[in-house]
């Protein structure tokens, strides 16, 4: 079991940056044995892959369209996991979600993984 809690969302205009940060509780099973990631949830749509890190923090992977711009890391120490992002526009205006999958592969599909927080809002004015 895992509860995950997302910080560090809030109102940024259009180039800034900003760090989200998602901290874990894990029972029963260590949280560096998790694959963690972020999926955002923008009005209307659908949640979406953003960026996701494997359990020994190496092989990061990510969304086409934050590629360059964001990077997400690990402190398996500290029970975090980061999303760094930068350059942002307001596309990127969305909840942004903490994601942990037990399997060996972190899946692009939301609901394939195993426990998510509750949301951090992100909006990015023009």
């Known amino acids: 079991q895992v509860q995950l809690v997302e910080s560090g969302g809030g109102l940024v205009q259009a180039g800034d940056s900003l760090r989200l940060s998602c901290a874990a509780s894990?029972?029963?099973?260590?949280?560096?044995?998790?694959?963690m990631g972020w999926f955002r949830q923008a009005p209307g749509e659908e949640r979406v892959f953003v960026a996701a890190?494997?359990?020994?923090?190496?092989?990061?992977y990510y969304a086409d369209s934050v590629k360059g711009r964001f990077t997400i890391s690990r402190d398996n120490a500290k029970n975090t996991v980061y999303l760094q992002m930068k350059s942002l526009k307001p596309e990127d205006t969305a909840v942004y979600y903490c994601?942990?999958?037990?399997?060996?592969?972190?899946?692009?599909?939301?609901?394939?993984?195993?426990?998510w927080g509750q949301g951090t809002q992100v909006t990015v004015s023009s």
């Open positions: 894990a029972s029963g099973r260590t949280f560096s044995t998790y694959n």
């Open positions: 994601v942990a999958g037990r399997s060996i592969l972190f899946s692009t599909r939301f609901d394939q993984n195993d426990y």
């Open positions: 890190i494997s359990r020994s923090a190496g092989s990061p």
